[in-house]
């Protein structure tokens, strides 16, 4: 049965990243995450106003920032099948380590943190 009130395969919430570099964004989720375009939405003179993102299970919506709508930063976690190697694709792709994966005592995961170009913080895991 078809619902009515938001796509199939798309979660109630959705992180909404307002940056300055979008295509940039976009281009780092992809060669950190392999995420993948759902839709995007450019102005007439070539900015994205929307884009969608698809990460595993879940969609993350941005566009390029504005005089309307300033550039945010947000922290997320995101749970990846292999934390080191995740985390360091990002490191390669040139976000500013916080917080090299380690396990802690009492934590099913082993977590990693870094930001990117815009700011925003990521938390990685993956339970062990």
Same mark, same amino acid.
């Not at 995450?33 to 375009?37: H, T």
């Not at 917080?99 to 943190?113: A, I, L, N, Q, V």
């Not at 913080?121 to 339970?127: A, D, K, N």
């Given at each position: 049965?078809?619902?009515? %009130?938001? #796509?199939?395969? %798309?979660?109630? !919430?959705?992180p %909404?990243?307002?940056?300055?570099? /979008?295509q940039?964004?976009i ?5 950190i &995450?392999? /995420?993948?375009?759902l =839709?995007?939405?450019?102005?007439? @003179?070539?900015? $994205?106003?929307?884009a969608?993102? =698809?990460i ?9 920032s504005?005089?309307?709508y300033? #550039?945010n930063?947000l922290?997320?976690?995101i %749970? !990846? *099948?292999?934390?080191?190697?995740? &985390?360091?694709k990002?490191i390669? /792709?040139?976000c500013?380590?916080v917080?090299?994966? *380690?396990?802690?005592?009492? @934590?099913? @995961?082993? =977590?990693?943190?870094f930001?990117? &170009? /815009?700011?925003n913080?990521?938390? $990685?895991?993956?339970?062990n």
């Open positions: 049965m078809k619902n009515n %009130y938001k #796509p199939d395969g %798309y979660n109630s !919430v959705s %909404y990243f307002v940056v300055d570099g /979008a940039k964004l281009d780092l989720l992809k060669q &995450f392999d /995420a993948e375009e =839709r995007r939405y450019d102005t007439p @003179d070539g900015n $994205i106003m929307h969608e993102l =698809r595993d299970d879940s969609v993350l919506m941005m566009g390029n504005s005089v309307q300033p #550039p930063q922290m997320l976690h %749970y !990846v *099948k292999d934390v080191d190697q995740t &985390f360091q990002a390669d /792709a040139g500013q380590s917080e090299k994966p *380690k396990e802690r005592e009492g @934590d099913p @995961d082993r =977590r990693g943190t930001k990117d &170009f /815009a700011g913080t990521w938390s $990685i895991s993956t339970q």
